[in-house]
C-alpha cells in the first residue's frame, strides 16, 4: 500500500450554485446550498485515501463545530488523524464557494491554517521521513512549505508541489522537489522572472501542467500531452486536487510518469462529474470501471 504523508490545509466549503456569477454590487438569488468538506490538502488526502493509499495527515483545525465535522470525514476515509493539532482560539478554514456558468469562483479564508508552522515540520520529521511520498499545496504559510521540502529531500522522499493557489517560492525549494503540478495559469506566474523562466527550461522534467479538459503536459526529453476524458461536468472545484492525488498513488506505487498521468485524468474527470470536491472523488473500483469502459 502506497504510504503517503500530506502537509496542508483543511477547509469546511461553503458551496453556493446559481444560473451566473453575481456582477459587482449586484443580488442574485440562487439555487442551493452546502457545506462540504474541503481545503486542498485535505482534497487531496481524500482523493489518495478513496484510491486506496495509506494517507497520513499533518495541520491545524480550530476549535469550531467545522473541526469535528472535518476530523470524523477523516477518520471515515482511514486518514491517519494523529498529527493534526487543533488550535484554541481560531477558526477552522473556510473556502466560500460559487457555482455557475460550468466553473467556479473561490475566496479562502485561512483560519487554523496559518498555524501549520515549521516547528511542526521538526516535531514530525520522523513521520515525514517514513513516507514514500509527500503532497504539499500553498494554502500553508510558505516558510513551512520550504521546512518540509528541505525535510522530505534530506531523507530522499519524493515531494510532489502544487503551487496553488499560486505565490512566490525560492529556487532552492523548488530544486529539491521532484515533481511540480501547475496548471497553465499558474505556471505563468510562478515564472515570474527571468531566473524562475531559465530554471523552467532547465528542469522542465519537474513539471506536470494540468490543460484542463486538454489534458495533462509532461517533457521527458520531448513534449508528452496525456489527453484528457470527456464528461459531463457538474462542478470543478477539487479538479486538480483529484488529479494530484491520483499522480501521487500511481507514482508512488510505480507506474510510469505517463501512466500515472492517464490514472490521474479519470479521476479528475470522475471528481468533475458529482457535486463537491471530495464527495465527487472516486474510488479505486470507479476508477478501473471508467478505464475499462
Known amino acids: 500500500m502506497s504510504k503517503i504523508t500530506v502537509i496542508g490545509?483543511?477547509?469546511?466549503?461553503?458551496?453556493?450554485?446559481?444560473?451566473?456569477?453575481?456582477?459587482?454590487?449586484?443580488?442574485?438569488?440562487?439555487q442551493s446550498f452546502s457545506t462540504i468538506p474541503g481545503g486542498k490538502g485535505a482534497n487531496q488526502a481524500v482523493a489518495a485515501s478513496k484510491l486506496g493509499?495509506?494517507?497520513?495527515?499533518?495541520?491545524?483545525?480550530g476549535?469550531?463545530?467545522?473541526?469535528k465535522t472535518l476530523m470524523d470525514h477523516f477518520n471515515r476515509h482511514g486518514i491517519n488523524t494523529n498529527f493534526i493539532k487543533k488550535i484554541e482560539g481560531e477558526p477552522t478554514g473556510v473556502a466560500s464557494i460559487t457555482i455557475a456558468e460550468d466553473d467556479n469562483n473561490i475566496i479562502v479564508v485561512s483560519g487554523a491554517n496559518q498555524a501549520v508552522s515549521p516547528e511542526m515540520v521538526e516535531q514530525h520529521e520522523d513521520v515525514i521521513a517514513a513516507s514514500e511520498t509527500i503532497i504539499l499545496q500553498f494554502e500553508i504559510p510558505m516558510e513551512t512549505i520550504e521546512k518540509v521540502i528541505e525535510v522530505a529531500s534530506k531523507h530522499g522522499v519524493t515531494i510532489i508541489l502544487n503551487p496553488a493557489p499560486v505565490r512566490p517560492i525560492s529556487l532552492e525549494a523548488l530544486e529539491r522537489v521532484d515533481y511540480i503540478t501547475p496548471n497553465e495559469h499558474e505556471l505563468a506566474i510562478l515564472l515570474d522572472d527571468q531566473e524562475k523562466k531559465a530554471f523552467y527550461e532547465s528542469h522542465r522534467e519537474k513539471f506536470i501542467v494540468t490543460q484542463g479538459a486538454e489534458g495533462v503536459a509532461y517533457y521527458d526529453g520531448e513534449e508528452?500531452?496525456?489527453?484528457?476524458?470527456?464528461?459531463?461536468?457538474?462542478?470543478?472545484?477539487?479538479?486538480?486536487?483529484?488529479?494530484?492525488?491520483?499522480?501521487?498513488?500511481?507514482?508512488?506505487?510505480?507506474?510510469?510518469?505517463?501512466?500515472?498521468?492517464?490514472?490521474?485524468?479519470?479521476?479528475g474527470a470522475l471528481a468533475v462529474s458529482k457535486l463537491g470536491a471530495q464527495t465527487g472523488m472516486p474510488t479505486l473500483e470507479e476508477v478501473k470501471q471508467f478505464l475499462n469502459k
Open 9 to 30: 490545509s483543511i477547509n469546511m466549503d461553503l458551496v453556493t450554485t446559481a444560473e451566473k456569477f453575481p456582477g459587482k454590487g449586484e443580488t442574485i438569488l440562487g
Open 63 to 67: 476549535d469550531d463545530p467545522f473541526a
Open 53 to 61: 493509499a495509506d494517507v497520513t495527515f499533518i495541520g491545524c483545525v
Open 224 to 267: 508528452h500531452l496525456v489527453p484528457g476524458y470527456s464528461v459531463e461536468v457538474v462542478d470543478t472545484t477539487g479538479a486538480g486536487d483529484s488529479f494530484n492525488g491520483a499522480l501521487a498513488v500511481a507514482l508512488t506505487k510505480g507506474e510510469s510518469l505517463e501512466e500515472s498521468c492517464r490514472f490521474g485524468n479519470a479521476v
